[in-house]
């Protein structure tokens, strides 16, 4: 009997529907050729659209809703006419910290084919995985707004660092480190944020003498953004805050072929809640309904709901198939420099499987 993964699409504004389209046909065909489990899809109407129509992101008990199925796929949010703190808050963010998606994975890997704007880099020197704090830190929305609109106004905002929340996240980061064999990067800034960081290095510390066998670096985000830049291979597993991980994995994006190859999940490790996978680009609405958005990242999100699930094998063929598309150049979006639409770049992904498997 073939396992069912239950999975709630919500395509969200812009381009997000036009690429999770091809992300779904994607994981429709890799389920086809394997025959042992399928995708069950539900699609939830809810974005920036649904916002200027029904005043809310979503449905009142939309978390309530999502907690039936085994992951969410998420297209992109962010629409004109709707603040950014209103469509970050009242949907990812409400998502995220509503199920505990704790940790946030995003691979930094320069995929042959792709785009690299660094000199003299071979695609083994770009290779790491970003684990970010995905649930305090500066987006714990916790802080003040004194005497608004006086002269004498004051805005408060409240970093918020838990024992629990840095120690969890940081122990996730070791034992990843510790499966693949790898260095583990701490990123933070002790030496300006005397509380926060100071702490954050504190427990890094501490952590770390249970996981011996794991090589450590620590460095401050500062220096960190320029090493990524002169030296990427410094880099293998890397753990930093939410803020921090925020900018530098848009940074590590730019190095390995730009936002249209980049992707992210968000982790409930315990699988209490559902994860959630997404490209990590926004909502383009300047492209939206062209039929020329990437779909590329969205499809390696895709790869990402495999390994999730266990289907590693599966997951690595995705990027292979990526890659191959890539390499041949012969289909691929404008803003890679060719001349096809999104849903031709999403046929030959889908097409590459089948040649692969038939070696």
Request: hydrophobic content about 40%.
């Amino acid at each position: 009997m073939k396992k069912t993964y239950k999975i709630a699409v919500i395509a969200g504004d812009g381009i997000g529907p036009e690429v999770l389209t091809e992300g779904i046909k994607v994981l429709n065909r890799v389920a086809e050729l394997d025959g042992s489990f399928e995708f069950e899809f539900t699609h939830f109407p809810w974005g920036c659209e649904y916002y200027l129509s029904n005043g809310k992101m979503m449905d009142d008990d939309g978390l309530e809703q999502l907690k039936a199925f085994d992951a969410i796929y998420l297209g992109a949010v962010g629409f004109p006419g709707v603040p950014d703190h209103i469509s970050l808050w009242d949907l990812l963010l409400k998502i995220r910290k509503g199920f505990d998606q704790y940790v946030n994975i995003r691979p930094i890997k320069l995929l042959e084919g792709a785009p690299c704007p660094l000199k003299d880099i071979s695609r083994d020197q770009i290779d790491m995985l970003v684990i970010r704090e995905n649930s305090e830190g500066e987006y714990a929305g916790a802080g003040d707004w004194l005497f608004k609109g006086q002269p004498h106004e004051v805005v408060l905002q409240t970093g918020v660092f838990s024992r629990n929340g840095v120690e969890r996240i940081i122990r996730y980061a070791y034992e990843e480190a510790r499966k693949q064999g790898k260095s583990l990067t701490s990123i933070s800034k002790g030496n300006a944020l005397n509380y926060s960081m100071v702490f954050w290095d504190q427990v890094f510390d501490e952590v770390g003498r249970e996981y011996p066998d794991v090589k450590t670096h620590s460095y401050l985000v500062d220096a960190a953004a320029m090493f990524f830049v002169k030296q990427p291979w410094r880099f293998e597993i890397v753990v930093t805050s939410n803020l921090f991980g925020d900018i530098i994995t848009d940074l590590g994006a730019a190095i390995a072929g730009g936002l249209g190859l980049a992707a992210g999940a968000n982790i409930n490790p315990t699988r209490e809640f559902p994860s959630m996978f997404e490209p990590i680009h926004g909502s383009a609405p300047d492209i939206a309904g062209k039929g020329i958005a990437n779909p590329l990242a969205t499809i390696w999100s895709a790869s990402q709901i495999l390994d999730f699930f266990g289907h590693d094998d599966w997951g690595k063929e995705v990027l292979n198939s990526i890659e191959k598309v890539m390499l041949e150049g012969e289909v691929l979006t404008p803003d890679m420099g060719g001349q096809s639409s999104t849903q031709e770049v999403g046929q030959a992904v889908t097409g590459k499987l089948n040649i692969f498997l038939k070696k």
